[in-house]
């Protein structure tokens, strides 16, 4: 199937510290999946290692059959919002997206419609450290859509959005999703995950617990709440 994000068996290490320990499960299309898992469970380091940023200790990921770091124009493949934030504080928020353009063979009109896109247009000229982090998201979220990508990574996304972000990131992931793409979020808030994913990888010490849909995770944990059956399977289980 093309636009899978194909994990298998995954590893990383940090010195005596097993970050992620045998990962393996598939991302497809046309769906928003869930990454869930307590602090520390491994999720933003496999989001890195999904995106070639840090080396895997063993297994490996797939995107279309192939590693990010070996595609041409990975921008236009797979666009990401990571939890830090890779804008330079002195660069305005527009000069960002067009210099990401620009080394990407993406169209400069992409910029300003991904800009409008998040609702920042108008801001888009001041300087990113003046942007809220709110903003900022949004910001983060503009530069993964520049290359129009079928697969999308977002880790954390919704943190500083107030609650009319929130709605707004939910109704774009899930219409990201309904227009066929590919679309993997990283979250800890509960309820929210709950609103905006169908199907869900949930994590706890490197390792996977499930792998599901949101309805049948909750109905298999006999709880009736996303939150509830989270912390259920994943009692004991934080670092
Ligand atoms: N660069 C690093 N060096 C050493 N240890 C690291 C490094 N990055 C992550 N770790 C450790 O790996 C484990 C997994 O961390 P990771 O950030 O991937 O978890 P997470 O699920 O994203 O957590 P959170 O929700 O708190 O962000 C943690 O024990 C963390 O301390």
Redesign the pocket.
């Known amino acids: 199937m093309v636009w899978v994000i194909e994990v298998c068996d995954l590893s990383k290490r940090?010195?005596r510290?097993v970050?992620?320990d045998g990962l393996s499960f598939t991302v497809r299309p046309g769906v928003v999946t869930g990454f869930l898992?307590?602090?520390?469970?491994?999720?933003?380091?496999?989001m890195r290692m999904m995106l070639g940023l840090d080396r895997p200790s063993g297994g490996d990921v797939r995107i279309d059959g192939e590693r990010y770091r070996d595609m041409r124009h990975p921008l236009r493949r797979v666009g990401a919002l990571l939890?830090a934030k890779s804008v330079h504080g002195g660069r305005s928020g527009l000069n960002h997206l067009l210099w990401l353009a620009q080394t990407n063979g993406i169209a400069r009109s992409r910029v300003r419609t991904v800009l409008e896109q998040v609702g920042i247009a108008d801001v888009a000229g001041r300087r990113a450290k003046a942007l809220s982090l709110g903003m900022g998201q949004r910001l983060g979220i503009a530069a993964a859509l520049l290359g129009d990508p079928p697969v999308l990574l977002f880790d954390?996304p919704v943190n500083g959005l107030d609650p009319e972000g929130v709605v707004w990131a939910r109704e774009l992931f899930r219409g990201l999703a309904a227009e066929g793409r590919t679309v993997f979020v990283?979250s800890?808030l509960m309820t929210e995950m709950a609103m905006t994913a169908d199907h869900l990888v949930v994590?706890s010490r490197?390792r996977l617990l499930a792998d599901t849909t949101v309805s049948e995770f909750v109905a298999e944990s006999g709880t009736d709440s996303l939150e509830a059956a989270f912390l259920r399977l994943t009692a004991g289980g934080a670092?």
Request: no cysteine; aromatic share 4%; glycine share 22%.
């Open positions: 940090y010195g510290v970050a992620v898992g307590p602090n520390g469970a491994g999720k933003s380091t496999t939890e954390e990283s800890h994590v490197g670092r």
